[in-house]
Structures are given as C-alpha cells and as structure tokens.
C-alpha cells in the first residue's frame, strides 16, 4: 500500500523555523509531482507549495513565497519543506501529497492521489 509519512513538525515562536519531511513507504516519491498542503482549523485545505517530478519546476503560495523553499532528495527518497520565519497564521496541519497521473505540475488538491496523516505547525509565543 502506498503511503506517505510527514515529519518535523511542533510548535515554534514567531520568526522560528521547521523543516518538515516527507517520505514513503512502498513507493518512491522520485517519479511524482509532490504537493505540500496545509490545513487550519475552519478553514479549507490550502496548496502551499509544489515540486516537479523532474524537479525543474516548483510553485509556491503567495502567502509562504520567499520564507518556504522545497526541495527533494532523491536518494534518501525525501520532499523537504524548509519554513523560516514562520508567522501565527503559519499554523496549521501540514499534510504532503503525490500526483502520481498527470504529465505537468498540477496546483490544487484535486489531482493528488495519495496523502500523507499530517504533522501539526503550531506558531505561537
């Protein structure tokens, strides 16, 4: 069975940083497009930031644009999510997700296949 398993995830003051990580078992994430999602308490799934399968192309939320870098190691089968400066409106569940059907980058939730259980974000002081 194909699943995916999210990591690195806490609580952190204002200004602090994370790295969350995003791995697999059953499969390896080197082939897919991979998708990190965010989700706050009464509020909707949100697409935060996207990798290529080749990783020549990623794509991220205005909303984390400059502060998250993601990245992948191949060989440890790996998607990584850097987040510095983290805000309060940073927190939510962080979920990870693969695409494993479409040919280019999809941004959006719809066309993600298989998801991870989420780590929790909580930026508070």
């Known amino acids: 069975q194909l699943q995916l398993v999210e990591s690195g995830g806490g609580l952190v003051q204002p200004g602090g940083s994370l790295r969350l990580s995003c791995t697999a078992s059953?499969?390896?994430?080197?082939?897919?497009?991979i998708g990190w999602f965010r989700q706050a308490p009464g509020k909707e799934r949100e697409g935060v930031s996207y990798?290529?399968?080749?990783?020549?192309?990623?794509h991220y939320a205005d909303s984390v644009k400059g502060r998250f870098t993601i990245s992948r190691e191949k060989a440890k089968n790996t998607v990584y999510l850097q987040m510095n400066s983290l805000k309060p409106e940073d927190t939510a569940v962080y979920y990870c997700?693969?695409?494993?059907?479409?040919?280019?980058?999809?941004?959006?939730?719809?066309?993600?296949?298989?998801w991870g259980q989420g780590t929790q974000v909580t930026v508070a002081s």
């Open positions: 997700a693969a695409d494993v059907d479409s040919t280019t980058l999809v941004i959006g939730p719809g066309e993600y296949d298989y």
């Open positions: 059953g499969f390896t994430l080197n082939y897919y497009h």
């Open positions: 990798i290529s399968s080749s990783d020549l192309s990623t």
